[in-house]
């Protein structure tokens, strides 16, 4: 096991990979990382319009689904479907050593589905069912939509990633919503210990929204790049006292799992900062970063491993006071991100469609 990984582990995070391509599968990479102490990968419909049309890794396989007369959506699902089977079954080794707390694979509902609860619903059994792989995790937005349908599924037994969370409010809405299906799924007779679930926040897609704000403010504003990881430390404050309260030890003693944070968008968009600085920034027990290859490289190479989400509480505080005292809202900030996740995602979803529709078509007619 790489020497920063197991001190990671030592800490009580886990690293997942933010990014899945039939080249890791393949090549054995995944094997490698895995190996070296990686504990879990994601994927969203960006990585798989990227990893399909970047590269002829899928082209075999798509020619043959072509040729069977599937449609482009079919194919998409085939080719997906068949990566999230592989990575699962890579990753299968970490989920038995961990009794289950960590090894998954996470794959999305199509983002188009992000305001129908009912759609949501069945598209999640859908892929629990095709994926068949207990390490499997689907992703569902934290939208108001996507909130039943999350208590819906953990209350099946289910084991859920929810995505697109910015908000402390959401947080709010998502933790109850686990808490709510295991006491349901408790009441079916279900077993605890058997349901997984984390609640992604994406951090730097927040310094980026609120940087622009400020920079309109003043130049080299010292609030800049500090405003994502002080609403995570907020958050994990918010999870540990909705983990430690009397409802959830009543859970807890059945074998109920916390919901961990799970720290997303942890590459750094802005050059002048330290490629590190969402990894080692957000360190802390029961918790997961969820990393892109890029990061995870830098990470390993030049990275800090020491616990930091419970330290500078009263300075994070103090700079979302500053930022409200600035006149920046961040409550409509986050809401406007998620508005635009959803639709960022539902491009990339219709970019992939269109990528493989046309290579689809260029088999067809021969070429």
């Known amino acids: ?215 309109e403010i003043a130049k080299n504003h010292p609030l800049r790049g500090t405003i994502g990881i002080a609403n995570a430390k907020m958050a994990y404050q918010l999870y540990k006292e909705r983990f430690e309260s009397p409802r959830w030890l009543h859970l807890s003693a059945a074998g109920g799992c916390p919901q961990r944070p799970l720290w997303a968008s942890t590459g750094v968009k802005d050059p002048t900062y330290p490629d590190t600085m969402y990894v080692d920034g957000l360190i802390g027990r029961n918790t997961v970063n969820t990393v892109p290859p890029k990061t995870f490289k830098a990470f390993l190479d030049h990275g800090t491993v020491q616990p930091m989400l419970d330290s500078g509480l009263d300075e994070a505080r103090g700079q979302l006071e500053m930022l409200a005292r600035a006149g920046i809202d961040l409550d409509e900030i986050t809401g406007m991100l998620i508005d635009e996740g959803v639709r960022k995602f539902a491009d990339s979803y219709d970019a992939l469609l269109e990528t493989v529709e046309a290579k689809r078509g260029q088999i067809v007619q021969g070429k």
């Open 1 to 215: 096991m790489h020497e920063k990984l197991k001190r990671l582990t030592d800490y009580g995070q886990s690293l997942w990979l933010d990014d899945l391509r039939r080249a890791y599968l393949d090549s054995g990479d995944l094997e490698r990382w895995v190996e070296m102490g990686l504990r879990g990968e994601t994927s969203n419909p960006s990585i798989f319009d990227e990893a399909i049309s970047e590269s002829d890794e899928y082209d075999d396989d798509l020619r043959k689904l072509a040729q069977e007369g599937l449609d482009a959506e079919a194919i998409v699902r085939e080719l997906m479907e068949a990566d999230i089977r592989g990575a699962a079954d890579v990753l299968r080794p970490v989920y038995d050593e961990t009794d289950g707390a960590d090894g998954y694979i996470s794959v999305e509902v199509s983002p188009h589905l992000a305001h129908d609860t009912e759609a949501t619903l069945e598209e999640a059994r859908r892929l629990f069912a095709a994926t068949d792989r207990p390490n499997v995790m689907v992703k569902i937005p934290a939208t108001d939509a996507g909130i039943p349908a999350i208590r819906e599924l953990i209350a099946e037994g289910r084991n859920i990633n929810i995505t697109l969370m910015f908000s402390l409010d959401q947080y709010e809405a998502v933790s109850g919503a686990y808490i709510s299906g295991l006491e349901r799924f408790s009441e079916r007779g279900g077993d605890l210990s058997q349901v997984a679930s984390v609640a992604s926040f994406f951090v730097s897609r927040i310094d980026v929204k609120v940087d622009a704000r400020l920079d």
